[in-house]
C-alpha cells in the first residue's frame, strides 16, 4: 500500500475506517454505512454545526442547513438554481475571472503574501455576489466572518458540548458582537436594497419568500461558512499540493477544465475541508458496510467520518491514501467521496466552489508562484475541519 499523501491528518484521529458505538454515540467511518444514514429519509436529523443549539423559537423559517423533511426539500428545490452548474458557469464565471485577476494581480505587485489572506477575500467576494452581500466593502465582511469564527473549542458528542460556562460565556462574546456587526453591516444594508429593487440572488429569494430579517440574517451566517469559509481552506490546500508536487503541478497547468476538475474532486476526497458531519437518529435505522450490519436507535448521535470515510478501500479503490485524479471507485461513489455529504443535506454548492478553486488556482500559477513557508495544520470545531494558515508565497520574479 502506498504512503499517504493526506496533510491534514488530526492527532489522535484514526485513519482506518472503522465502525463502533457506545454511551448513545456511534462513529462511522465506513463508507457504505456512512452513505446509507445520510441517505435515511426521515430517520435522522441534522445535528452538525451545533444546530441542536441554535435557538429556533424566533425563525418563521428554518435554516436550510438546519432543515429536514418536507420543507429543507422544498427549500432545497428553490434556491439550487444559483448553484446549478450552468448557472455558475455562465452567470459567476466571468465575476470569479475578474477577482482573481485583480487580487492576484495586486499580490503579485506586492511580491506575494499570506494564501489565507488572498483565498479568504477571494472567496468572500465570489459567495457574497450569489447571496446578495454586495453593499458593503469586501474587506469589511471578510474581517467580521473571521471573527465570528473565533470560538472556544467544543465537542458536539458530548453533554453541552463539553464547554465550561466561562467558555460558553466567551463563545456568546465572540459570537454575538461579530453577528450584530455582520447584520447592521452587511445584511441590513442588503435586505433595505433588495426590497426597493429584487436582483437574482438568495437575499431577493428570500425577501420574496417571507423571510424575516433574522431568518435572513441566519440564513446568510449558514452560507457564510458553507460558501466563504470552507472554500477558503480548499483553496490553501490545492494550492499546497501543486506547489509541493512538481508533477501534479504540471499536469494541472496543462490540462483542460474538465481535468483539472477531475484533480480538484481528487484532492477534496483526499483532504476533505469538513471531517465529520452528525446525524441524530429519529427513527430505528439498521446500516451495514457489506459484512457487518448495527442497529441505531432513537436518540443515538452518529458521528460520520468523513475523512475515514473517503479513504475507505471498498468505496474509493487501491492505495485510498494516495492522490490519483485517475482512481475508479466502486459504483454509486462520488470522485469526491462524502467531502459534500450525501442524501438530502448534500452541498449544493460544489459546482460552485470547485469552479472557484480552478480559476483562483489557475491564475495563481500563471503568475509563478512560490512557496515561501508552508502551512501550519489547525482545527476548526464548527465546521471539524482543517485550517491552514501562515502559508505564504511569492508571485512573479
Known amino acids: 500500500m502506498a504512503e499517504s499523501m493526506r ?18 454515540v456511534w462513529r462511522i467511518g465506513s463508507y457504505e454505512a456512512a452513505r446509507q444514514v445520510l441517505q435515511a429519509r426521515g430517520h435522522t436529523t441534522q445535528a452538525g454545526f451545533t444546530s441542536e443549539f441554535v435557538p429556533k423559537g424566533r425563525l418563521k423559517h428554518h435554516p ?38 485583480r487580487l492576484v494581480a495586486g499580490a503579485a505587485a506586492a ?16 459567495t457574497r455576489q450569489v447571496v446578495g452581500l ?41 459570537g454575538l458582537g461579530p453577528v450584530a456587526r455582520f447584520y447592521l453591516a452587511d445584511v441590513r444594508p442588503a435586505i433595505r436594497a433588495r426590497r426597493r429593487r429584487p436582483a437574482d440572488d438568495v437575499v ?18 449558514t452560507y457564510a461558512t458553507a460558501g466563504m469559509v470552507t472554500t477558503r481552506e480548499f483553496i490553501a490546500m490545492a494550492l ?8 501534479l503541478r504540471s499536469a494541472y497547468a496543462a490540462a483542460d477544465a474538465p481535468a483539472r476538475a477531475a484533480v480538484l474532486e481528487e484532492l477534496i476526497r483526499l483532504e476533505p475541508v469538513v471531517g465529520h458531519l452528525y446525524r441524530r437518529v429519529r427513527e430505528p435505522l439498521t446500516v451495514d458496510d457489506g459484512e457487518r450490519r448495527w442497529r441505531l436507535e432513537p436518540g443515538d448521535l452518529v458521528d460520520l467520518n468523513v475523512r475515514q470515510a473517503n479513504v475507505d478501500a471498498r468505496a474509493v479503490g487501491a492505495d485510498p491514501g494516495s492522490l490519483d485524479p485517475g482512481r475508479c471507485p466502486a459504483r454509486g461513489v462520488h470522485a469526491a467521496g462524502l467531502a459534500f455529504g450525501d442524501g438530502a443535506h448534500r452541498c449544493p454548492g460544489q459546482p460552485l466552489a470547485l469552479m472557484e478553486t480552478d480559476v483562483l488556482l489557475t491564475r495563481l500559477l500563471a503568475a509563478r508562484p512560490r512557496l515561501l513557508s508552508e502551512p501550519r495544520v489547525e482545527w476548526d ?6 485550517c491552514l494558515r501562515g502559508f505564504r508565497i511569492g508571485l512573479g520574479g
Open 7 to 24: 496533510r491534514a491528518v488530526r492527532p489522535g484521529e484514526p485513519e482506518v475506517p472503522s465502525v463502533g458505538g457506545a454511551d448513545g
Open 64 to 101: 436550510i442547513l438546519f432543515s429536514d423533511g418536507a420543507a429543507h426539500d422544498e427549500q432545497r428545490r428553490k434556491v439550487g438554481r444559483f448553484f446549478a452548474p450552468r448557472v455558475v458557469a455562465q452567470r459567476y464565471g466571468p465575476l470569479m475571472e475578474d477577482s482573481a485577476e
Open 111 to 126: 511580491g506575494g503574501g499570506l494564501v489565507e489572506e488572498l483565498a479568504l477575500l477571494y472567496s468572500v467576494d465570489v
Open 134 to 174: 454586495t453593499d458593503s466593502p469586501v474587506e469589511g465582511l471578510a474581517g467580521r466572518l473571521v471573527r465570528f469564527f473565533n470560538q472556544p473549542p467544543f465537542d458536539i458528542t458530548k453533554p453541552d458540548l463539553g464547554r465550561t460556562r466561562r467558555q460558553w460565556a466567551a463563545a456568546a462574546v465572540n
Open 204 to 221: 431577493s429569494h428570500l425577501i420574496e419568500e417571507g423571510y424575516t430579517d433574522v431568518d435572513i440574517l441566519v440564513e446568510c451566517v
Open 240 to 247: 499546497w499540493h501543486l506547489l509541493t508536487d512538481d508533477g
Open 381 to 386: 470545531d464548527l465546521v471539524a475541519g482543517y
